[in-house]
Nanobody, 115 residues
Framework: QVQPVESGGGLVQAGGSLRLSCAAS????????MSWYRQAPGKQREFVAH???????VISRVVKGRFTISRDNTKNTEYLQMNALKPEDTAVYYC?????????WGRGTQVTVSS
């Protein structure tokens, strides 16, 4: 059973950095792409970044140049390095693993950026 678990969120001042982690249980996780989404209060969930099993990454234009996605298949873990954070980055960040019949979602980790 594949289950993603996010960590690393918190409160940071504008301009600061955070690194989120998503650890997924299940030995076959390394064959799947992994993604990050976020949802701010009162807004729809939006795509942040995506990384394939072999490391090809796609970053949302909104965060490109500030956020970097990576993964360590030996640890079944993906990371989201967030630099130059802005108050508008405040949201719950979710890890997602698209699979053939469903997408597995984590419960999310809160990121709050103060101005």
């Amino acid at each position: 059973q594949v289950q993603p678990v996010e960590s690393g969120g918190g409160l940071v001042q504008a301009g600061g950095s955070l690194r989120l982690s998503c650890a997924a249980s299940g030995s076959i996780v390394s064959i799947y792409a992994m993604s990050w989404y976020r949802q701010a209060p009162g807004k729809q969930r939006e795509f942040v970044a995506h990384i394939t099993s072999d490391g090809n990454a796609v970053i949302s234009r909104v965060v490109k140049g500030r956020f970097t996605i990576s993964r360590d298949n030996t640890k079944n873990t993906e990371y989201l390095q967030m630099n130059a954070l802005k108050p508008e980055d405040t949201a719950v960040y979710y890890c997602a693993i698209p699979m053939p019949l469903t997408t597995k979602w984590g419960r999310g980790t809160q990121v709050t950026v103060s101005s």
